[in-house]
């Protein structure tokens, strides 16, 4: 365990990720690709030197300045690995501008990632539903995405997915019922909460827990505020190994929690009517995400504007391979960080860790 904390530790960035599962059971959906074998065995990692070297590489990626809106957003498949007190020193040295910039840069790609695992699984779901339509019945497969999904249904435990059959009369209900909860979150909306509910990632519960959206936890597995109201209970922000972790709940939180019923209404809505799925239109769901209500929505919204959040809505991927980006503080830090990472890459470390993160 404590060599994992190290080898963690010295792959820290600025920011990391890990992976969007099965939403409860780290599985990826029957018939859908999973790459973490492959990239486990072939993955690239970047290693720069301090925030003039990652703004530098960012520039050669052409993933820096001013974005076209006029033509779509194509963004490159770089993964960071951990939220660190590097960044949070090295935030204050920045322009505002540049603090912004890294950190939606270096956000979009985890997001985007957790988007492309959700729409496999409606992939899946969908296919499902058309099986019973034509059919009447299910493959093993797609009972298996039911089945691994069905656990986002209210009332729905472990157990209870486990045993659902192919011969239930309510699975095609059940399926509709997947359907309207597992769905993309716009890209431009998640960016826009993380960066409001971490300070850009330099908050104390950032730092301390890879926490990005300020989500609250009553299991003692968290973060204590520094003030508690008694009102409240004894709550905690929820801490997470890797951030991703972090963007993977986020997820689960907004598609399952009472409290985000008109986000997914609203969302449903714009589904059924052909329209996209808007940053600024869904925003008017989370009127219940925090105690400020609709000051909060106005805040969102206001930051998604003014940093032209909405361009990452309809972003894809560029065509590359997945790799990860690391940084050395120093040009010795950053020496050693290669030396590791190739003795990792020989002993099969990196491989163990890579599918820890769980990108599959």
Request: with cysteine.
């Amino acid at each position: 365990m404590q060599r994992l904390i190290f080898i963690r530790t010295l792959l820290s960035a600025v920011l990391c990720t890990s992976a969007l599962t099965a939403w409860s059971k780290n599985e990826a959906p029957a018939g859908a690709v999973n790459p973490s074998a492959t990239l486990a065995e072939s993955a690239e990692v970047v290693v720069v030197q301090g925030m003039p070297e990652l703004i530098s590489f960012l520039k050669s990626e052409d993933w820096w300045g001013e974005e076209n809106r006029d033509e779509q957003l194509t963004v490159p498949r770089l993964m960071i690995t951990a939220i660190t007190p590097s960044w949070q020193e090295a935030a204050k040295t920045l322009t505002v501008p540049e603090k912004k910039a890294i950190f939606y840069r270096l956000m979009c790609p985890l997001v985007m990632h957790a988007n492309d695992m959700v729409l496999e699984f409606r992939g899946a779901l969908e296919q499902a539903a058309q099986e019973l339509e034509t059919t009447g019945k299910l493959s093993p497969e797609s009972l298996s995405v039911i089945r691994r999904a069905a656990i986002l249904l209210p009332g729905m435990e472990e157990e209870d997915a486990a045993s659902i059959t192919a011969t239930q009369p309510e699975l095609s209900s059940m399926i509709d019922g997947l359907l309207y909860r597992l769905d993309i979150i716009p890209t431009g909306l998640a960016l826009g909460q993380a960066a409001y509910e971490s300070g850009y990632g330099t908050s104390r519960f950032a730092v301390e827990g890879n926490s990005l959206f300020g989500q609250w936890t009553y299991k003692g597995d968290g973060i204590k505020p520094g003030q508690q109201r008694k009102e409240l209970g004894n709550h905690q922000i929820k801490a997470f190994e890797w951030p991703f972790d972090s963007v993977r709940g986020y997820f689960v939180n907004l598609m399952t929690h009472p409290a985000y019923e008109d986000f997914r209404r609203l969302r449903a809505e714009l589904r059924a009517a052909g329209k996209p799925l808007d940053s600024l239109v869904l925003a008017d769901g989370l009127v219940k995400y925090s105690e400020r209500g609709q000051e909060y929505v106005d805040s969102l919204k206001g930051i998604i504007r003014v940093n032209n959040l909405d361009i990452a809505d309809h972003a894809v991927f560029r065509d590359e391979p997945v790799r990860f980006l690391v940084s050395g503080e120093t040009a010795e830090k950053a020496a050693q960080l290669e030396t590791i990472i190739r003795q990792m890459r020989e002993s099969g470390e990196l491989h163990d860790i890579i599918e820890q993160m769980r990108l599959e």
